[in-house]
């Protein structure tokens, strides 16, 4: 199973769509807050959407539960959790839901990290990067899932980042 994760594209709603374009076949996409667009957008007819710190159209959800074959996800935008500080609250939400995998955006800044045996993804900002992957001109994330492993690669608008990749057993 393969999901796509972008956050924090700030109004680059193109962006959006060449993922789609290019990654065609992903059993799920998941968008985690600050795209600056309308709940409404057609865009949003393929991510899943949940609502950010610089989102004005409030009728995004806050958090997002869903399962992608058998495979549960919870998403949210950082900033409800205080994730600048901690992971701490973010981890006990997704637990909360039972996750498997927890997608969170906010930081711009890219994370992969196993915490407690759920994994925790940030795909960064594909459009307003920010850490010390800011170089490369912005992330999103790719996330295959199969019963021995999730494997979470970074993909920048030029394709994938192999040396970027983390791999969790399950």
């Given amino acids: 199973m393969r999901i796509i994760a972008v956050s924090d594209t700030h109004g680059d709603e193109l962006v959006l769509k060449e993922i789609v374009q290019e990654y065609p076949d992903c059993d799920a996409y998941f968008y985690a807050g600050d795209s600056e667009l309308l709940a409404s957008d057609e865009v949003f007819k393929t991510y899943q959407a ?94 295959d899932v199969d019963a021995e492993q999730i494997k979470v690669q970074y993909a920048t608008r030029t394709g994938i980042r192999p040396e970027l990749t983390r791999v969790f057993d399950r």
């Fill in 50 to 143: 949940v609502v950010g710190n610089m989102d004005f159209d409030q009728s995004f959800p806050k958090t997002l539960t869903a399962d992608v074959a058998g495979f549960r996800v919870f998403m949210t935008h950082g900033h409800f959790y205080n994730v600048r500080v901690t992971l701490d609250k973010l981890l006990a939400a997704g637990q909360s839901a039972g996750a498997q995998l927890i997608i969170y955006g906010h930081t711009h800044v890219a994370l992969a990290e196993e915490h407690a045996g759920v994994v925790i993804v940030n795909p960064g900002s594909i459009s307003q990067p920010r850490g010390p992957l800011a170089k490369l001109g912005g992330t999103f994330a790719i996330i």
